[in-house]
């Protein structure tokens, strides 16, 4: 199947320090772009649909202004953690559609983000 | 809105049984549905694709099936070993391409 890369895996941070978060698709391109984050034991919450050259739409209740999304090519979206704090600590996925007819999405492994 | 309902949440049982785990969705308007494995602190890895028009998929020990009309899908695991052992989560795609809604999962442990 498709595959997704994300990087870091993980990084600790101090409190009011940004974080980037990177998410490829390596052999794929890939206009859509999703993000998800993930709390302990829970489902996976999408905050926001990345798109390539254009501005991402957010989830309601996901600032926008703390979680900048960029996607400016058809295989590279970032995630920006802007001035992060202890509760932003949490695991973060990205995905990406691989299958341009099945709609079959590829998620990324994923990156734990904790915050000091 | 769409809801996506798994059950059980935890299950536990012996090497070599079968197993069947369940997933429900309120909107049975769907594109696609999807099964995904997670292991600890790790990312999904997609197991199994069910269009709208399928009726089941299988890839080796799984089997998924989705009846749409009463909005259900189960995943059918095999001969279950120790390697199954992690947290199995459905998802549905109402439009190609579109965003995933998730169900909360199910932790599988496989006991040796």
């Known amino acids: 199947g498709a595959v997704v890369s994300q990087h870091p895996s993980r990084v600790i941070c101090k409190s009011g320090t940004s974080v980037k978060i990177e998410c490829r698709s390596l052999?794929?391109?890939?206009?859509?772009m999703f993000w998800y984050r993930q709390f302990p034991k829970q489902s996976l919450m999408l905050m926001a649909t990345?798109?390539?050259?254009?501005?991402?739409?957010?989830e309601q209740g996901v600032e926008k202004d703390k979680f900048l999304i960029n996607h400016a090519s058809l295989t590279l979206s970032t995630l920006t953690v802007t001035s992060a704090h202890p509760e932003d600590s949490s695991f973060y996925i990205c995905?990406?559609?691989?299958?341009?007819?099945?709609?079959?999405?590829?998620f990324g492994e994923g990156s734990r983000l904790t915050v000091l | 809105k769409q809801e996506v309902t798994q059950i059980p949440a935890a299950l536990s049982v012996p090497e070599g049984e079968n197993l069947v785990l369940n997933c429900s969705f309120t909107?049975?308007?769907?594109?696609?549905l999807q099964w995904f494995r997670q292991d600890p602190g790790k990312g999904l890895t997609s197991l199994l694709l069910i269009q709208s028009s399928q009726r089941e998929q299988t890839s080796g020990r799984l089997n998924a099936s989705l009846d749409k009309s009463s909005g259900r899908s189960t995943l059918y695991i095999a001969a279950s070993q120790p390697g199954d052992s992690a947290t199995y989560l459905c998802a549905v795609q109402e439009t190609s391409g579109s965003r995933l809604t998730f169900g909360e999962g199910t932790q599988l442990t496989v006991n040796p």
């Open positions: 990345s798109n390539e050259g254009s501005k991402a739409t957010y």
């Open positions: 995905s990406a559609r691989g299958g341009r007819w099945t709609g079959e999405l590829f």
């Open positions: 052999d794929f391109q890939a206009t859509t």
């Open positions: 909107d049975s308007a769907i594109y696609n």
